[in-house]
């Protein structure tokens, strides 16, 4: 049974249960590796609960899909938040557990470090982060790695469960510390294997004369070899895809039409602008039965898109705002094969 492109991203309960695995092997291999041995299957439980902790912040219902979409990843993800709240939970600790007291600069450095990677691994993903909510400015975003990605993740889950098997010998030590190596190089590749399809973008652009207003580039699903850049022009988008297993001649980049007056005239209107301001400007707006469709540009491909937002109505000639509504996806019919594919042969997946 095929399984779509972008379904394991648009499926946002399966997504939200993967991720959270990342970040719960992330919090419990840094919490073993720096823990007293004796203490370390505790350690390991206590790193994988505030690994997971800011992402509850997905029970909040803030009103409206826009609100929900938008401010998921803020205050709980903010470092002028986990910082404080992570001496506080320390605090606590040393009042409660006498393993804490006896080592507390460790345990500090537990807590500090299980909550506050979850926002920097985060940032590391085309969704963003508010690293530092309430400032006012746009979610960080790299968008070096996919939300899900097995050579990041299964190190350190490989390096858990054998940490939490004999947890008190030196062998525990080493594992959990090569499990978080192995990752933290992976991830340092991610932004080596961005910047080289970066500069193949702006070049394939400027060799064919297109003047784009700004560049997004983001690996395609569940690997780090397959890339997809969009690039932002004064009535639409280009797309493209790149794979550095191939030796291509130079990126081809497919353009597409946005209804840019449209999202320029309802500009006014609270979600329109909320949306634009938390995807950096890579949006597409549509009007379909003068109802104006906004579609996040980071997460999908054309013409499949996983955030897309039913805004505003026209009236009269105007634009008014209605209650936010995200549309159901279309998956389509492309499968997961159809990503390695395109790695190894630029005519395929297109």
């Known amino acids: 049974m095929a399984v779509t492109l972008y379904s394991v991203c648009s499926l946002a309960n399966a997504e939200r249960k993967l991720d959270s695995l990342t970040q719960a092997a992330l919090g419990a291999g840094i919490a073993g590796a720096l823990a007293p041995p004796r203490s370390r299957r505790r350690a390991m439980l206590l790193g994988?609960?505030?690994g997971t902790l800011p992402d509850l912040d997905v029970l909040i219902d803030y009103g409206d899909d826009v609100a929900n979409f938008t401010r998921h990843r803020g205050?709980?993800?903010?470092?002028?938040?986990?910082?404080?709240?992570?001496v506080l939970l320390w605090a606590m600790l040393q009042w409660r557990w006498e393993?804490?007291?006896?080592?507390?600069?460790?345990?500090?450095a537990v807590i500090v470090l299980a909550l506050c990677t979850h926002p920097l691994l985060d940032c590391h993903t085309a969704y963003?982060?508010?690293?530092?909510?309430?400032?006012?400015?746009?979610?960080?975003?790299?968008?070096?790695?996919?939300?899900?990605?097995?050579?990041?993740?299964?190190?350190?889950?490989?390096a858990g469960v054998y940490a939490a098997w004999r947890p008190t010998t030196?062998?525990?030590q080493r594992a959990l510390l090569a499990g978080l190596g192995i990752s933290s190089l992976y991830l340092a590749w991610t932004w080596y294997a961005?910047?080289?399809?970066?500069?193949d973008a702006l070049a394939a652009?400027?060799?064919?004369?297109?003047?784009?207003?700004?560049?997004?580039?983001?690996?395609?699903?569940?690997?780090?070899?397959?890339?997809?850049?969009?690039?932002?022009?004064?009535?639409?988008?280009l797309e493209a895809f790149d794979s550095l297993f191939l030796d291509e001649p130079e990126m081809c980049f497919r353009p597409y039409r946005s209804d840019v007056d449209s999202l320029a005239a309802a500009s006014g209107v609270a979600a329109v602008s909320r949306l634009d301001w938390f995807a950096g400007?890579?949006?597409?707006?549509?009007?379909?039965?003068?109802?104006?469709?906004?579609?996040?540009?980071?997460?999908?491909?054309?013409?499949?898109?996983?955030?897309?937002?039913?805004?505003?109505?026209?009236?009269?000639?105007?634009?008014?705002?209605?209650?936010?509504?995200?549309l159901p996806v279309s998956l389509g019919d492309r499968s997961l094969g159809e990503v390695w594919e395109r790695i190894w042969s630029e005519t395929s997946a297109r």
């Open 48 to 50: 994988a609960m505030l």
């Open 75 to 86: 205050f709980s993800h903010s470092l002028f938040v986990l910082a404080p709240l992570s």
């Open 99 to 108: 393993a804490v007291r006896g080592a507390p600069g460790r345990w500090l």
């Open 128 to 158: 963003g982060t508010q690293l530092f909510w309430p400032v006012d400015m746009p979610p960080i975003k790299w968008a070096t790695i996919f939300i899900i990605d097995p050579a990041y993740t299964l190190p350190l889950i490989a």
């Open 170 to 172: 030196a062998g525990a």
């Open 194 to 199: 961005q910047a080289l399809v970066r500069n």
């Open 205 to 237: 652009l400027d060799a064919a004369g297109i003047e784009a207003r700004q560049v997004f580039v983001t690996p395609a699903p569940l690997n780090s070899v397959l890339w997809r850049v969009v690039a932002m022009t004064d009535d639409g988008y």
């Open 281 to 326: 400007g890579f949006v597409k707006s549509d009007v379909i039965d003068n109802t104006l469709h906004i579609a996040d540009l980071r997460m999908g491909h054309e013409p499949i898109y996983v955030f897309t937002h039913a805004v505003a109505r026209r009236v009269d000639g105007r634009w008014q705002a209605i209650v936010p509504v995200r």
